[in-house]
Every structure is written in C-alpha cells, then in structure tokens.
Nanobody, 113 residues
C-alpha cells in the first residue's frame, strides 16, 4: 500500500528556514519522480518543486526559485524540501505527491512574525 508521510512543518518568522520531509512506504521509491505541492488558505493547490527518479533534474515554481531546494534519498526512501528565506506568502499546507495520484496528509507551514 502506497503511503506518503510528511513532517517538518511549523511556525517560522519571515526570513527563517524549515526542512520538510516526506517518508515513502509501499513502493519502489527510486522508480518514481516526486513532487512537492502547497495549498495556501483560499487558494488552489500549486506545484512547488519536482525531482526526477535519480535526482538528476529538479524544477521549481518561479515563486520559490533560489530559496527552496528539493532533494531525495533513495536509500532512506525520503523526499526533502529545504526552504530558506521564507516569506508570509509561503504559508500553506505542503504535500508530497507521486504519480497515480498519491498524496500525503500534508504538513502545515506558517510564516509569520
């Protein structure tokens, strides 16, 4: 059974950093590209970043380029999102996603002073 479990969210001041993790279970993690999405209050869910199976190629939304870094550890079956220079507009629930429409439960990120 495919399961994705996010963690690492929290409350942080503007300019701060957080590292999100997404632990994957029940499938061959290294065989799939992986994605981070987020959903801000009252807005549609948006793609934040993606990474290919071996991690050789990464893509980012324009709004997070230069501040966020997506990475993965195919031995630990874990996806990461390092978020630096956080802004209030980064507030939302962050989800990891795998093809086949598998979502985690999400982790809340709140950027506020």
């Amino acid at each position: 059974q495919v399961q994705l479990v996010e963690s690492g969210g929290g409350l942080v001041q503007p300019g701060g950093s957080l590292r999100l993790s997404c632990a994957a279970y029940g499938f061959s993690f290294g065989s799939y590209a992986m994605y981070w999405y987020r959903q801000a209050p009252g807005k549609e869910r948006e793609l934040v970043a993606s990474i290919t199976k071996a991690g050789g190629s990464r893509n980012y939304a324009d709004s997070v380029k230069g501040r966020f870094t997506i990475s993965r550890d195919n031995v630990k079956n874990t996806l990461y999102l390092q978020m630096n220079s956080l802004k209030p507009d980064d507030t939302g629930v962050y989800y990891c996603w795998r093809a086949g429409d598998y979502w985690g439960q999400g982790t809340q990120v709140t950027v506020s002073s």
